[in-house]
């Protein structure tokens, strides 16, 4: 026998010894018996032979959990059945040629076999998920259970030894399995599936790189998982064949490699495997966010969407071939240097990560694109000539330059991806000219939508999900004008908003955030009275924050196909408005806001009429002229609110006097014009204190009023 067989005296010893079974003789103690053989066995002081072709990490020990195997010299296998001689006759019959036993054997106290199997080079058995697949080939592979019955399935085990057994005899015709043999079901038990290690998992292409760079023309051919060639790494003048490309390293045959595999940052070094994982962990969290709650990533399609926990480490492992020390070492890296408060779209803005007004870190979750302009000159006609023709004759072009020089800096910041401040616009008119459709499909459709915002600036709603994430904040119509409740809530909403772009964002099942918003409000109405009740009372807290225009009646937009032929001509339109129109001197405004803010004249009249003071106004002399007839001469008195309201309490006045409840009096007259209401003297103010009761000075004589 030319292979190493490593034998035990008994069951309890831990040494072994090299030996030659077939020329042992048994124990001279060795019992008849076999209940006393199976105490027998175990031992301390038995002499005997327990032999296995399987040899430890230390050659010298037992091969246990602590000696684990490291070189399989052979295979012996055992065939618990009771087996003849004319059996014993076909194994070469049943057998593979070049895949024989060498030796069979007689168990001792049953008519069972046990077959020994040489290798002419050691297998490698030192990692237990390839030894256990090619232990598992050979047996397919060489017929194993074929050749005898009763195969025990103990043998499988590297740590099994067999009792030394009698009648040894060599099988006629075998010979010891070949190393070729041998390389070959080694190269197919590795081919079966992936070598796991602990080691990194580095695409191949960057090991090729890194194996080329350091030991030049050392490999044959394309280093890809599964080739085969030389032990690159040891320059001991070999180059046959002795290993092959793993998904996770080097699987060896050659016992000059030391083991039978090697992950690649025992053949590349630390150095090498920690920049790539270094690299590697920071690819992984690239793009990826956590809000306390979810660990956000950008997709493909560039959309951020969150995860949780569980999900994100399975794609990790999946996209970008983590183990789970690294998955580890990611997520606590995401949590640490890539924390926000919170997710907000902050519409047209171009970095991910947006520092809010207070300091605050937000990723920017905005989903909305910009409508692009064209990459060369082209025709606009429709929208040139809606831009050109829509507004009031009158001030036509005060009104166009303003609007243009607006639109820009709407369009201009946020084509820069850093969104400005700008004012509120109304735009009222007759119906059917195409103040609506302007509004949303012009102004909307270049900055990526529109939003009917009208529930949320009159506080019917507080869900502004779809409002945080719009641009352009759309009002149609009378919907601020109901009632003086209403108005005023709208006139407000519009001063917030553009005054101070601080908006609560509410998306349903996430708490509330307050971040900022640097859209628009386009409010579009018709010019009659009813629908002019939606114009804000102007005063110095919003006049600067609100431009209102107005178009005319002689103007006719064509409407066929609008809607396909605005989106047709708006990238031309945002290209010249870019790059070709200019805005003159006059509608330069400050940097606040950068253009000046521009009140048509009948809408800031109409402002003053739709405002309670206005029509209080218009009120309170009628109420003097038919309620004090009998006190002509009397050209001024101080009156408190009480009696005021007694005074208009007068027949075609009280259905509007209706209107005046609470408090809304008070606020009324002290807006009212100073040649109806005068200003206190002392105090500079249209009320005094008289017994803690407010009073004010009301000018009686009809004949100052204005005419």
Not at 464 to 489: I, L, P, Q
Request: aromatic share 10%.
């Amino acid at each position: 026998m030319s292979m190493k067989i490593f034998a035990l005296p008994n069951l309890s010893s831990l040494e072994v010894t090299q030996v030659c079974p077939p020329t042992m003789s048994p124990a001279a103690d060795l019992p008849n018996d076999k209940e006393q053989f199976n105490q027998w066995k175990s031992l301390p002081t038995t002499e005997h032979c327990f032999y296995s072709a399987c040899e430890g990490l230390t050659p010298s020990l037992r091969v246990t959990a602590d000696n684990p195997p490291k070189f399989l010299h052979g295979f012996v296998c055992e065939f618990d059945a009771d087996i003849t001689e004319d059996m014993v006759a076909k194994i070469r019959v049943n057998g593979v040629a070049g895949l024989l036993p060498t030796w069979v054997s007689r168990s001792r106290f049953r008519n069972g076999r046990r077959l020994v199997f040489e290798f002419q080079t050691p297998i490698f058995v030192d990692n237990a998920e390839m030894s256990e697949r090619f232990i598992k080939l050979f047996a397919k592979e060489c017929k194993l259970r074929n050749l005898l019955p009763g195969l025990d399935d103990t043998c499988f085990k590297l740590t099994q030894y067999q009792e030394l057994g009698i009648d040894w005899k060599q099988i006629p015709g075998a010979s010891p399995i070949s190393s070729d043999l041998l390389m070959l079901l080694s190269f197919k038990a590795a081919s079966v599936k992936p070598i796991q290690s602990n080691g990194p998992d580095i695409p191949i292409e960057k090991v090729a790189e890194e194996v080329e760079r350091r030991w030049p023309g050392r490999w044959p051919g394309e280093f890809t998982v599964g080739a085969r060639g030389p032990l690159f790494w040891i320059d001991d003048g070999i180059d046959r064949v002795g290993c092959q490309v793993g998904d996770f390293g080097i699987i060896a045959y050659s016992d000059r490699a030391g083991k039978s595999f090697l992950h690649w940052g025992e053949i590349l070094g630390r150095d090498f495997v920690r920049n790539y994982e270094s690299g590697q962990i920071g690819a992984a969290i690239e793009d990826t966010w956590f809000d306390n709650q979810y660990y956000w990533r950008k997709l493909e399609s560039g959309r951020w969407a969150p995860n949780k926990k569980e999900d994100l480490a399975e794609d990790l492992k999946v996209k970008f071939h983590l183990k789970q020390p690294q998955v580890v070492e990611a997520l606590s890296a995401i949590r640490n240097t890539h924390r926000v408060t919170g997710v907000f779209p902050f519409i047209h803005n171009k970095n991910d990560v947006v520092s809010d007004d207070s300091g605050t870190l937000f990723l920017n979750i905005s989903a909305r694109k910009l409508r692009q302009p064209a990459d060369h000159d082209g025709p606009f006609p429709w929208i040139k000539s809606f831009v050109e023709n829509i507004w009031d004759p009158a001030f036509l072009d005060i009104q166009r330059d303003t609007f243009l020089a607006w639109f820009k800096r709407f369009y201009e910041s946020a084509y820069n991806g850093n969104l400005q401040s700008g004012q509120a616009i109304i735009i009222a008119g007759p119906t059917g000219l195409g103040k609506t459709l302007f509004s949303r499909h012009v102004i909307g459709g270049a900055l990526g939508g529109f939003t009917d915002a009208g529930n949320y600036l009159l506080a019917k709603t507080g869900f502004n999900k779809e409002c945080a994430e719009t641009a352009v904040w759309c009002v149609d119509d009378s919907r601020g004008g109901a009632n003086w409740e209403k108005h005023d809530e709208f006139s407000n909403a519009l001063k917030r908003y553009v005054a101070n772009p601080q908006i609560p964002y509410h998306p349903k099942y996430r708490d509330e955030t307050t971040v900022t918003w640097r859209g628009r409000i386009v409010v579009t109405c018709n010019d009659d009275i009813k629908s002019l009740g939606i114009l804000p009372e102007m005063d110095e807290s919003i006049e600067d924050k609100l431009i209102l225009f107005k178009i005319g009646d002689k103007f006719k937009p064509i409407f066929k196909d609008v809607e396909d032929v605005i989106r047709r001509e708006l990238p031309y339109f945002l290209r010249s408005l870019l790059w070709t129109w200019k805005a003159p001197q006059r509608v330069i405004g400050e940097e606040r806001f950068g253009v000046k803010s521009y009140h048509h004249p009948e809408l800031l009249d109409a402002t003053i009429n739709a405002a309670p003071h206005g029509q209080l106004t218009e009120m309170l002399p009628y109420a003097i002229k038919h309620a004090m007839v009998n006190d002509k001469k009397l050209k001024e008195k101080w009156m408190n609110n009480t009696e005021i309201r007694a005074i208009l309490d007068t027949p075609g006045l009280r259905s509007s006097l209706a209107k005046f409840s609470g408090n809304r009096l008070g606020i009324a007259l002290s807006k009212l014009p100073d040649w109806l209401i005068k200003r206190n003297p002392a105090t500079n103010r249209k009320s005094t204190k008289r017994e803690g009761v407010p009073h004010y000075l009301v000018n009686l004589d009809e004949s100052t009023y204005p005419k």
